[in-house]
């Protein structure tokens, strides 16, 4: 199965009308990119939802995957949040391919906020798809 890219992606898909339209640069083995969360990303008030940041820690290691031509999908991850993000603050996130062996691949991601510092970090296993 071949993957295709339509833009209705959640995360970076232009025409999602309720996606977060993310613009990822690639260099190399490396993803980034700039988040702003909105209000209707909260979970408590003013906090970010811990679902919505797995998800973009996801698609920094999805999205560097099909970038690459690899192919993949997740089979797993793995989300820690560190520290609360907030609402209207921007995080930096940037995603990682760590090894690539026959059918697997382990990535990693990080979101940090303007100071830097970690807000949640995610590794993944990520699958060829044949």
Known sequence: MKLYNDNYCF????KNKIGLKLEF????????????PKKEHQ???DVVHGGIL???????MTRL?????????TARIEVDLKKP?????????????IEEKERKVLAKSVAKNADGEIVAEAK??????E
Do not use: P, S
Request: aromatic share 10%.
């Open 85 to 97: 993000a907030y609402i209207n603050e921007k995080l930096f996130l940037e995603g990682e391919i």
């Open 11 to 14: 995360v970076c898909g232009k």
């Open 65 to 73: 995957g099909y970038e690459l031509g690899l192919n993949t999908v």
């Open 25 to 36: 640069e690639t260099k190399g083995r490396k993803t980034k990119t700039v988040f702003t």
């Open 54 to 60: 797995a998800t973009v820690l996801d698609e920094a």
């Open 43 to 45: 979970g408590y008030k």
């Open 124 to 129: 993944g296993v990520l699958v060829k798809l």
